[in-house]
């Protein structure tokens, strides 16, 4: 916490507030962001033109394959569900991994139904 005082210390004091300002203390821009810094950045490290999303992918990819919980991976993407993770990266997981997939879509999705079928059939007995 003391490094991010003495960071706010050395910016501009502004309305916002914010935390990383440009240098006149708004919101820094996307596109000034990727042109100035980013592909700078890439340029001094001698990366090749990468793009901002493929940061996006690998740090998915590494995560799935670190084994995280999906559920955390999917809010960090802003994905609408886990099943949207899994169906754009399941194609990076290991082979075992994918059994954990089919688990987890079983789980959700019950395969053959038979426990959902059963659940409405005692609803119907109970509740006439």
């Not at 169906?87 to 959700?108: C, F, G």
């Amino acid at each position: 916490m003391t490094e991010l005082k003495k960071w706010k210390l050395a910016c501009p004091p502004t309305e916002l507030d914010l935390i990383f300002p440009n240098n006149a203390g708004g919101p820094i821009d996307k596109n000034n962001l990727i042109k100035r810094e980013f592909d700078s950045a890439l340029k001094k490290a001698g990366i090749e033109r990468i793009r901002f999303h493929d940061l996006r992918h690998t740090y998915a990819s590494l995560m799935i394959e670190q084994g995280e919980n999906i559920k955390y991976i999917q809010t960090q993407l802003g994905h609408s569900s886990p099943m949207v993770t899994l169906n754009v990266y399941a194609h990076l997981m290991k082979e075992t991994n994918q059994e954990a997939v089919v688990r987890l879509e079983n789980t959700i999705f019950e395969e053959d139904g038979s426990k959902m079928v059963a659940e409405i059939k005692k609803d119907l007995i109970q509740n006439g």
